[in-house]
């Protein structure tokens, strides 16, 4: 257990989120397409959980007693290859490669061609349920190891995830910690235009699950709501995470048309200026 | 693992070179009787669970009739009900998968490769995942629980499927081998099981191989390759055959998907009709892997015996195997018009 939040662990924290923005920007200009938006609204998030949070080793994807991260929203495949050459997975250079033929890192995460993705997503509404698998076979082996697993605010008008959502809960699969990145947008539009997900908080806690409600830009918030989760007992826990896709970047910040669109070399150079870093 | 005993004596000698054995004697199941596949699956896995202690079993909601409460009720720490929600069965299957478990995921046919496809392509084959997939109630002979019980494309949906291993096993002895052949395979594998009775067709000393089809008998006139329950009909159509002068082989093509093109191909070139035999759509099943593997390296004359691209409907198994054709009768009709 670590011990509490310091200042510099948050000041730590907040500089690796912008170096994540940072390569997520430059990786998907280079590939000139992939999802911005919905990468920059869960880079705070997903920070916290490897350079915090996560028991997990570069030296050793497979560790048997590692945390898991399952990206549930595996379109913010960006997000993930950032975070994992930020871990020391692999090389940095090797995100340049994002979406070209040959590369690992493919348009959505495959497991089989790169470490430390735990498993294949892309396809949405799946997620939940692998990570409540993986729970029940941890709890088998009784290892204490914790599975999270990061949803989209649209994925939850999947039906599986409904059915994922009893599962957790009906075996009190305590080891689950699930993160909505509730950015308000999908594809298409407003989540509340496109299909009302509202009350979400009401929907989880009726399903069973100790719901936190967090602002998903706060760093310490964020790492509160993970130390809370631990705590509860019996019961899966859903962070619902209030963000803003675009996040970080202005003139990216709630536009739904950046969703699935990359920057040009252009904006790269303005958005790089305001995180005021040269991403080296 | 103790395996039925029944009628036949026939033994494997059919392997050495040149030798083709005569058709085994008709056996109506012997002393073993008859045995529905699901039957036999339930009581291997319960065998499988006390042998290895990765094994985990999933259903969803229908355990009494997949026969996945015998390993339920002998390991409810290794049993999960996920209830009426078969992509999520796929996918925390797939979760045990990768937290090192072996896990066998089980509904019926229709449910698991139809409902949860995209989730057994996403997750399962995509990620080349170690799940093994036993499907019961396959095919037309579920009964009376009418067409939206009957699987009649599962087998395609399987066999599409990157990564995916098929099988199809004829009855309860083969169905034992199969589950113990499977649990020491790595990778996602789809297995057929039946809900009605069916007679042992296959010898005491069978051993089920991965991709390695088995020969009853070589047929100089005709051979049928067949699956599942189709396989002692077959059995009964080449010894009709017989009798009538013509020289019909059985192939029992267990393993749909890797098919075992090396007994399809010699069984080919030695007669002049290649007849497939399935209790599954015509479109996309075994007359389909076996048409494709033919047309591409040995154009011969095939039939296929099948559902004509059509649903099924209620009825006894015996009324619906005469209503769709599926019978020796039926068979042996279609064999001689086309020879």
């Known amino acids: 257990m670590k011990s509490a939040i310091t200042t510099t662990d948050i000041n730590f924290l907040k500089d690796k989120a912008r170096d994540l923005r940072i390569e997520i920007l430059k990786m998907l200009t280079e590939a000139g397409s992939g999802h911005t938006g919905g990468s920059l609204s869960a880079a705070d998030i997903v920070t916290a959980l490897y350079f915090y949070k996560m028991r997990h080793n570069a030296e050793d994807p497979k560790w048997r007693e590692r945390d898991r991260f399952l990206l549930s929203k595996g379109h913010a495949a960006p997000l993930l290859y950032a975070v994992l050459a930020l871990s020391g997975y692999f090389d940095k250079p090797l995100l340049k490669t994002l979406r070209k033929l040959g590369s690992p890192l493919q348009g959505h995460p495959c497991s089989k061609m790169l470490p430390g993705v735990e498993v294949s997503t892309g396809s949405l509404g799946q997620g939940l349920s692998i990570a409540n698998g993986i729970a029940l076979g941890l709890k088998l ?140 | 693992m103790k395996r039925s005993s029944k009628g036949t004596s026939y033994c494997k000698t059919k392997k050495k070179n040149g030798d083709n054995p005569p058709l085994p004697p008709f056996s109506k199941g012997g002393m073993g009787g008859f045995i529905a596949t699901r039957d036999a699956y339930g009581e291997a896995l319960l065998e499988l669970g006390k042998s290895r202690a990765d094994v985990v079993v999933l259903d969803a909601d229908l355990s009494g009739s997949t026969k996945t409460g015998k390993f339920a009720k002998a390991f409810p720490e290794r049993f999960y009900n996920v209830g009426v929600s078969e992509q999520d069965l796929i996918g925390t299957a797939s979760g045990l998968s990768l ?32 799940v093994k997939l036993i499907a019961t109630h396959g095919g037309i002979t579920v009964g009376e629980d009418g067409a939206s019980h009957q699987a009649m494309e599962d087998i395609a949906l399987m066999r599409v499927l990157p990564n995916m291993t098929v099988v199809v096993p004829s009855d309860a002895h083969e169905t034992r081998q199969v589950v113990s052949a499977i649990s020491d395979h790595y990778g996602p594998v789809y297995v057929r099981l039946g809900r009605a009775k069916v007679p042992a067709v296959m010898p005491d000393d069978y051993e089920f191989k991965i991709g390695k089809a088995y020969v009853f008998h070589m047929g100089k006139d005709v051979n049928i390759v067949a699956i599942g329950i189709m396989v002692s009909t077959a059995l009964e159509v080449a010894r009709i055959l017989k009798h009538d002068g013509i020289d019909a082989g059985v192939i029992n093509m267990s393993t749909v998907k890797p098919l075992d093109t090396e007994v399809l191909l010699e069984a080919s070139k030695k007669c002049k009709l290649i007849v497939t035999a399935e209790e599954h759509s015509i479109i996309g099943g075994l007359g389909s892997a076996v048409s494709e593997v033919l047309s591409e390296n040995y154009p011969i004359k095939v039939r296929r015996i099948g559902i004509m691209d059509s649903f099924g409907c209620s009825g006894t198994p015996e009324e619906l195997l005469k209503l769709y054709g599926l019978t020796s009768e039926s068979i042996v009709k279609i064999i001689k018009e086309a020879l």
């Open chain 2, 99 to 130: 937290a090192g478990k072996l896990p066998f995921a089980s509904t019926f046919a229709v449910f698991e490769t139809g409902r949860a496809w995209e989730q057994i392509r996403q997750t399962v084959c995509y990620s080349n995942l170690n």
């Open chain 1, 141 to 280: 082996d009784r290892l204490n190891s914790r599975v999270y697993c990061l949803l989209g605010d649209g994925e939850i008008q999947e039906g599986q995830v409904w059915e994922a959502a009893m599962t957790a809960s009906h075996y009190r699969l305590d080891n689950v910690c699930a993160i909505i990145d509730n950015n308000g947008l999908q594809i298409d539009g407003q989540c509340c235009d496109v299909m009302s997900i509202e009350p979400i908080v009401d929907k989880w806690k009726a399903f069973g699950w100790h719901v936190i409600d967090i602002n998903g830009h706060d760093m310490e918030a964020i790492l509160e709501a993970f130390a809370e989760a631990e705590t509860v007992k019996l019961k899966p826990t859903m962070i619902i995470a209030r963000t803003v896709k675009g996040k970080g970047i202005s003139f990216f910040e709630g536009k739904v048309q950046y969703h699935g669109i990359a920057p040009t070399r252009e904006e790269l150079e303005k958005a790089l200026k305001e995180l005021g870093g040269n991403g080296q």
